[in-house]
């Protein structure tokens, strides 16, 4: 390990992930202004693509980094049972955004006309994508506790003492 290029005793690809965990929320709430406040179908159309596709492909290296490197646990400094319950958290949020966002991406595709206009399909995709929002939010924010609770401080056991 030590191949991460943001200082801790990281992989390359788990610093990647994390640089986009914390570009992800603002590119999306970019992509949401598109729509609510200038009627840029189709900018928030490449914006949600460019992002899906991206996070797609970082996500997919980030996971066999994560074989190659024995897993989270051989990778972590923090075996305490809170980065257990964290890290339960953040695979909960992680799974069901893909899941919504595959769905909201998938439906959109398939519903809406290109180029992307209002539709039948808009309040559903307004429903969807909201929760997609809401739910690629609180991955964002538990996967970078993960890494700052599991790589960057150093952990106090509950046993010291």
């Not at 390359?12 to 929320?25: E, G, H, K, N, S």
């Not at 598109?34 to 996500?59: D, E, P, S, T, W």
């Not at 490197?69 to 958290?89: D, I, P, Q, R, Y």
């Not at 995709?125 to 997609?132: A, E, F, N, P, Y």
Request: proline fraction near 2%.
């Amino acid at each position: 390990m030590g191949e991460g290029f943001l200082g801790y005793e990281t992989s390359l690809m788990l610093d990647v992930v994390v640089v986009a965990l914390a570009v992800v929320v603002p590119v999306l709430t970019l992509s949401l202004c598109q729509v609510h406040f200038g009627r840029r179908y189709q900018v928030h159309r490449r914006l949600q693509l460019l992002l899906g596709a991206v996070l797609f492909v970082a996500v997919s290296l980030f996971e066999v980094d994560m074989r190659l490197h024995g897993g989270f646990w051989a990778m972590s400094k923090n075996h305490s049972t809170e980065m257990h319950v964290l890290l339960g958290v953040h695979l909960f949020f992680a799974i069901s955004t893909v899941v919504l966002w595959a769905t909201t991406i998938g439906l959109a595709l398939r519903r809406f006309p290109s180029p992307s206009e209002p539709g039948a399909h808009s309040r559903l995709h307004r429903r969807l994508g909201w929760l997609s929002t809401l739910d690629i939010t609180a991955t964002s924010i538990t996967g970078l506790l993960v890494y700052y609770f599991g790589f960057v401080i150093e952990v106090v056991s509950d046993r010291a003492g």
